[in-house]
């Protein structure tokens, strides 16, 4: 008995593949410098800036999950190994989690600061968003390793 073998390709042209990694750039670069600001006390008139920081890097991700999911992840899971398959939906599941907190961070702090409530901003935006910062890099670490998993799995690993 034959065994068959499905697989899929996805073309991508040059100019898309370059503006994801614009994008991913971006998202990162946005990331590390909410993260150095967040580890020390926000300057004095500062905080209007953040929260404009904090909605771009909400807006950012939304775009890279919607990559994500569109051409990241696996076309038809029925076809992945059921172990990989688990992995790839939590992970995904994970994409709606990390949205809706910075969602909500980017709320708060925005409110935080229309209403001048400097101390109340200051305790609790930069601790929150520290604490969002590395669960999405624990994510992020997550799918690469998801992806390398993957890659194994169908190249096998060479002696």
Request: net charge negative.
């Amino acid at each position: 008995m034959a065994t068959t073998i499905r697989t899929t390709t996805v073309t991508l042209n040059a100019a898309f593949l370059n503006d994801v990694k614009e994008l991913n750039r971006a998202l990162h670069g946005r990331l590390e410098d909410l993260f150095q600001i967040c580890q020390q006390p926000i300057a004095w008139g500062k905080h209007r800036e953040v929260v404009e920081s904090l909605a771009q890097l909400r807006d950012d991700l939304a775009m890279h999950f919607s990559i994500e999911e569109s051409l990241g992840y696996f076309t038809d899971p029925l076809e992945c190994a059921p172990w990989l398959c688990d992995e790839a939906a939590k992970l995904l599941a994970q994409h709606d989690r990390l949205y809706r907190e910075i969602e909500r961070m980017v709320d708060k702090a925005d409110a935080l600061s229309r209403s001048e409530a400097w101390l109340e901003f200051e305790k609790s935006i930069p601790r929150q968003f520290i604490s969002f910062y590395h669960r999405l890099q624990k994510h992020e670490s997550a799918e690469v390793d998801l992806i390398m998993d993957a890659l194994y799995l169908d190249i096998g690993v060479g002696d």
